[in-house]
């Protein structure tokens, strides 16, 4: 066969990707789904002009940038600063009554669109103010609205070309104006020309300049554009909150919003993690403002609401274990103790489901046998898989029987001869164990004994009385609660056959006729609850509502507790872990924190006994919404949050979300699901361009989530509450994961993010947000503290938006290549991710290194076919060493081009590919150190050209592609030993033959990867009087 014939084949079939053309991104069908739905003008644009603007905009800055001329700004994306003008001057136009027709809206939105050509073009001071002038003008412009489609957006956008241009070259005033009107073909009628002027420049002005809620105050201009735009009708109005917590914040936020919105009146415009600003009438009587102390409650009452809402639908926080139901203390600060008592109810049947059997222990099987042998339980029962009241009814028949009778456990004498026989049933668990509550939540106000014997009263047993009371009690805490299931036991078995039903009306009789007798004394200490008084101070030293605030600390508390800190003994403050506030400190408990709160701090003083961290009550509560306000199918508590090993994301606006975008938000952000890097891979494995991380989507976003079964931690908040600050925690799933595991999906997310959600990524081990507010950084993407790995990866842990799209190709490049290299099954093998990160960033050449691994891993001599649309194998290497910075592309493509050149390999065999290659380095490598490098260089040649003699006479495989005459082969070979010997060992090695001995593997990998993909250039080069030998 002759070189012509040579063909890869492909290894098996694979289900072809979707044409990208009929992919649709979530993204816009999302952002559509919340405009107005009057507004068709405006979701036409979302529609048409929506994913042009997605890919060509998101990561294009506005404002920000790693360039020196504009790192002095917070970064913002192109996409933002038009979505976050048009939006709310849109608003404000609509709101006060200045309504425009759809032609005048369509020239709006497409002259505010490119208001900014100058920065789309990179040319500074475009102007119509000469031939030239209008001529390149035109020309960009043209250029722009056929890529976003603005000609299918408005297709009469020719006909007012020269309104549009207006407007484009009049809505900043930095550079000067072009208000020449001469210099424009205007259709529009000059009033209506100038109202749409001002609306451009009020939306260029809202987007760049509002960074807070209150900074219109700095800004009398935009204070003149809204007058312009309303006829004096609208004023700018604030809520502000000084620090942001996180959940406490959106809670006081949200309860400002409805305050201000549904009973004052005033409007929301923009949402800032912070606080809102709104729009309010001018005319409209001025509302009194309400009180601090009054906000205060209105935020108490708001935070109890959503707990209590949601704790008994979630039940966060609430378990079930060896001795019963166990559930946080916060639960005693939301509900009464009959609402309490309610509560415990529903986890009863949620925990101990009809039929719920239990796995016991080992010593616990092994006595349930023992009695089952002897005749005191029914052989039916399965000892490994069987209610848990057979276990109670075991170890009250070990302890009769004095097998087993620990210290601590009391005993009485008359147990020895009672019957303590009793039904074994998931019944029987349920009922022993609510009761157990009902004794443990009301006797801690009654008196136990006094509730016990209630509850007896009320089930009609006391005839068992005595032999109830003489069953032994575990009196340690939290132990199992023997004489309940004895009670339990034989109050099923008297009243046999209840259905779920009748079992749920039981326990509703009992805890409801226990609450009545026990009224009195339950009243009084429910009326004692104290609330969170904590929050309501906390409220009112950090709100600012439209100039009207409180704001001070008691800086002097503050330092106090901060110097009490440092003592030992009398006087000293445990201090908080997590901030520095005046709140009163108490000692971390394990359900009060979303961390194990036994480890070391730099708070706890040095040399100090004490283990646990101190908490004040502020944080605590922060900790506690955690818990309850975010959703996860992970029931986690204390030191569980730690086991998986959290990683925050926070979502910062660029500067702040309009209404239609915080909507937005919150649609992705509720149907954000857990990343699987292995879809990931499979749609970037077409490319890596923006249009590619777009359709991510598909992967990221489920169109229908159940939270059953959502990992993710997230904020949950009712339908009429829109969050104005977004964060999740990303846990680490599997056993045991290590700490590479854990900043994998993290730091991924981190990059990608800001292209889904158009907003500033702060990730961080940190439960409490690093920055109250995106104006207080620059970047876009803030790494706190990662792993190392990341380090390896990225330049900086710092990312202005100019730097995410490199560093997304080469986050997501390298984790391909572990996985091709690595992976197990399911396991993608990421704790070889920092090796593989390390490597490559010592020297870009090891991404071959991996090249060849993976083709030594699957025994590969050619690689498969790749699927329709998606880049070769070979093709993806190549372009990783690109997108990992490596250098010496030219140096692979330069010594490849000359081999292969003269040179045709018999196949694809490595060794085949890299036979002249490896000749001349061998040639260098064993050479004299001292041999001149003429002297070298023509041994190089020397064995080549015997080499190719052999190949031409068919005593070697391969072939010739050059002809023998006038010394054509001969001079290609000369020019390849050249070329190798000077840029390769002299440059690239440094004339060291230790360094070309140890970096050939990895170049010469490089130089396989490279032939693979561009092999059939060389194809029509083959001389033809040669044919392949064998």
Known sequence: MNEEQ????????????????????????????????????LIDYVDVVGPQMLEHFSLLSAKGSSDPRWEHNPDQSMLAHILNGVFPTLRIVKTAGQLLDDREERIYLVGYTFHDLDKLTQVRRLSVADLEKVEQFYSYLENWIQTLQIHQFFPEYQQYLGDIAYLILNTQTVYGTNLNLPGYDLKLRGRRRDFLREMCICSDKVAYFLKSPNAFLERPDLVECLNKLSNGSLQFAYHKISENRGMITNVINNALLRLLRDEIGWKPLLFFPVGVTYLKEREMQEAQLPTLENVAKIVETRLVDYCKERLRNNLNGFSRDGKGFKFADFYYDFFKTKELLYVIHEGCFRKIPENKFVKPQPDIRASIRKWQERGKIRNSVEPSNCPASAGRLAKLLDIQELIEMPSKIEYDSIFKNMDILFELDTRVDQLAEYLDQIEKVVGEIIGREIVAEKISEILGMMDLRTDFQAVPRDTRAGGVPLHWYFLAGKYLSRYRGLDNVQMRELLENVAQSVCDHFSDGISEHDTQRTGFPALREYVKQLIDINGNDNLQRDFKAELDRYIATKKTGRGSDKGCSLCSSSFATTEQSETSVTFAPQVYSGKNPLGSTRLKRGICELCSIEMMLRQIMMRTKLNLVGGDYDNVKIKWLYLYPSYFFTTETGRFARSIYNQLRNLNFFDVRRHLHEGMEIKNFLTLDEVLIAEELDPADDPILKMEFEENDLATFYFCGIPTLGKNPTDTESWVLPTFLGLLLPIVFNAKVVVTESPIPLYPNGEEWRETVILDAPHSFVTHI??????????????????????????????????????????????????????????????????????????????????????????????????????????????????????????????????????????????????ARGEIGNLMERIGRDAAQGYRRLPLKDGVESEAIREFVDYFYTEVFLNYCEGERAILRDRRNRFNAGVTAWYHENWRKFIRQTNPDNQLSG
Request: hydrophobic share 40%.
């Open 794 to 939: 990225l330049p900086t842990d710092k990312l202005r938006i100019d730097q995410i799209h490199p560093a997304l190709k080469r986050t997501a490049s390298l984790y391909d290549v572990n996985i091709d290299v690595f992976q197990d099954g399911p396991d993608p093998g990421w704790n070889h991710l920092n090796e593989v990160a390390r490597n490559v960033d010592t020297d870009a050449f090891y991404v071959f290194h991996y090249f060849a691994a993976l083709q030594r891993k699957n025994k590969w001599d050619f690689f498969p076919k790749p699927k329709e649309g998606e880049l070769s194998i070979p093709c993806r290497y190549l372009k990783t060493y690109e997108y990992v910075g490596g250098a010496n592309m030219s140096l692979i493509e330069g010594v490849a081009e000359r081999c292969f050149a003269f040179y045709g390999p018999s196949g694809f065999v490595t060794h085949a590919i890299l036979r002249m290659v490896t000749l001349v380095e061998d040639v260098i490598i064993n050479s004299d150190p001292k041999i001149s490098a003429d002297d070298l260089k023509y041994e």
């Open 6 to 41: 040579l063909e890869i084949p492909g290894i098996g079939t694979i289900k072809q990707p979707e044409p990208a053309e009929e992919r649709h991104l979530l993204q816009v069908a999302m952002l559509k789904s919340v405009i107005d739905p009057e507004d068709i003008v």
